[in-house]
């Protein structure tokens, strides 16, 4: 019989957070793969537990040819724990490559959930949370990570990001830049730890604030885009709109009701439109010679 794969969230900050099924898995797991093995031994020695499986590392560096070893020990039986420094395994951590290459095994794989930066964050910044989007660590050049802020300007959804405490001021200042320094938007720093802090306010006043030194885990959480005010077209770009789908060989009945369905403008209006485009035709048309 194959084994089991086990993605366990460790604890953000307060040691305490720590699910019971996590002291569970570390006390019997046959392997425990760790992004650092030094973290974990803090972890075990604070939570009062001894790990009788082999621990070995996995981190970024590793991950390409010790996957392979951990699918091979999978295959064999045993049960495989994998655990990041914070939080749940594959969320901007180790991990996919793993259980990407146990799914492709058929090897069962679960998860002992537990505290999440991104979901923490969320729900302590004050914006809409019914709808968001993860975008991880920004890039670190400054031409890439405008491009990439420049691309999801217009997201809707509320946006969490991850960034590091030397370059979170100069993150911020950036997406003022990209998203408007009045987007609202929140910094969450040292949660659930001793020092923990959520500034929330304007991109631009937020900005000001890191620019005199921010320490700590940082995840920072923005408002997404509002909705764009409706377009005011002209009769003639109403008609002209109508006349495109037209050509793409649409009926005229359902070309007018898609164009005002798209554009929130009643059916009369945009019927309204093409009458008058026609008989503006009609009279050029009569009026040559």
């Not at 084994?3 to 099924?21: E, F, K």
């Not at 991990?95 to 979901?119: E, I």
């Not at 009045?182 to 720093?189: E, F, I, L, T, W």
Request: proline fraction near 7%.
């Amino acid at each position: 019989m194959t084994g089991v794969l086990v993605l366990a969230g460790t604890p953000i900050g307060d040691v305490s957070d720590a699910p019971p099924r996590l002291l569970t898995e570390l006390a019997t797991a046959d392997v425990i793969a760790a992004e650092d093995t030094r973290r974990l031994r803090r972890l075990t020695q604070a939570l009062g537990v001894t790990p009788a499986g082999r621990v070995v590392s996995y981190f970024e560096g590793n991950e390409v040819g010790r996957t392979p070893e951990l699918v091979e020990a999978l295959l064999g039986g045993a049960r495989v724990l994998l655990v990041t420094d914070a939080g749940m395994p594959s969320v901007s951590d180790p991990g996919y490559r793993l259980v990407a290459a146990a799914v492709a095994a058929d090897v069962k794989v679960t998860a002992v959930p537990g505290p999440s930066a991104v979901l923490t964050a969320l729900a302590l910044s004050g914006l809409p949370v019914d709808r968001f989007t993860f975008e991880g660590f920004l890039p670190r050049k400054t031409g890439d990570r405008a491009r990439q802020l420049a691309s999801i300007a217009a997201e809707p959804r509320t946006m969490v990001f991850f960034e590091a405490p030397h370059r979170i001021a100069e993150a911020l200042a950036a997406m003022a830049g990209a998203f408007g320094a009045d987007r609202p938007a929140a910094v969450c720093r040292e949660l659930t730890k001793t020092y923990e802090e959520v500034r929330r306010g304007p991109l631009g006043e937020l900005a000001a604030w890191a620019a005199e030194g921010v320490k700590g885990e940082i995840t920072v959480v923005v408002a997404g885009a509002p909705p764009a005010a409706p377009q005011e077209l002209t009769p003639a770009e109403l008609a002209r709109l109508v006349a495109v789908r037209e050509e793409a060989g649409e009926r005229r009945k359902e070309a007018i009701a898609a164009v005002a369905a798209e554009l929130s403008v009643p059916k009369r209006e945009v019927f309204d439109a093409v009458v008058a485009a026609k008989n503006a035709d009609r009279g050029e048309a009569g009026a040559k010679p």
